[in-house]
Each structure stands twice: as structure tokens, then as C-alpha cells.
């Protein structure tokens, strides 16, 4: 069985009382058997038996300040790393 396990930020700070910890706690939540994608401030992880050449990473700088663009590629894809590039950049509307 393999799947993703990711959270937002933004989303976990308005959670209820008492769900969401002090955020000077200086832990990490990290699930069992995780491979992280991506890190802080909105972590993806690929849980499960995911082999190395099933996972690509693409990102795509951005003006200082914006989130960084991400898109993660599992299992078989033929697009090369610049292919899908340029696919994250017209999915985002040519605004990056």
C-alpha cells in the first residue's frame, strides 16, 4: 500500500482548541516509514514502498516572498524534469 501524507500551515492554524500545539514546540510530526518530498512550512511525505525511481521532484523558483512551486511525479511518467517544468508554470497561468 503506498500513499501521500502532507499538511498545510496555513490550514493547521486554525485548527480547534487544544488540536493544534504551541508553535514554538520545536518538534516535527513524521509518519512511519515516510519519505520526505518536501519540507517546512508545508511538509509531503510518500509513505509506503515507494522505490527511488518512482519519485520526481520539480520546483520552480519564484519572486522573493511567494511560495515555492512544487509538483511531485509518482510511478512511471515520460515527461523529462524541463517537460514538466513547464507544464507547473502554465498550470500556475504564466503568473511565476
Known sequence: MR????WSSIAASFG????VGNGGEGRTVHPVGSQLLW???D?????GDW???EIRVIGVATPEGAPTARLAVLGCCGATDEQ????LL????GAM
Open 90 to 93: 502554465a498550470a500556475r497561468g
Open 3 to 6: 500513499w501521500l501524507v502532507g
Open 16 to 19: 480547534t482548541v487544544g488540536a
Open 51 to 53: 522505490r527511488p525511481d
Open 39 to 41: 519540507g517546512d512550512p
Open 43 to 47: 511538509p509531503l511525505w510518500a509513505v
Open 84 to 87: 514538466l517544468r513547464v507544464g
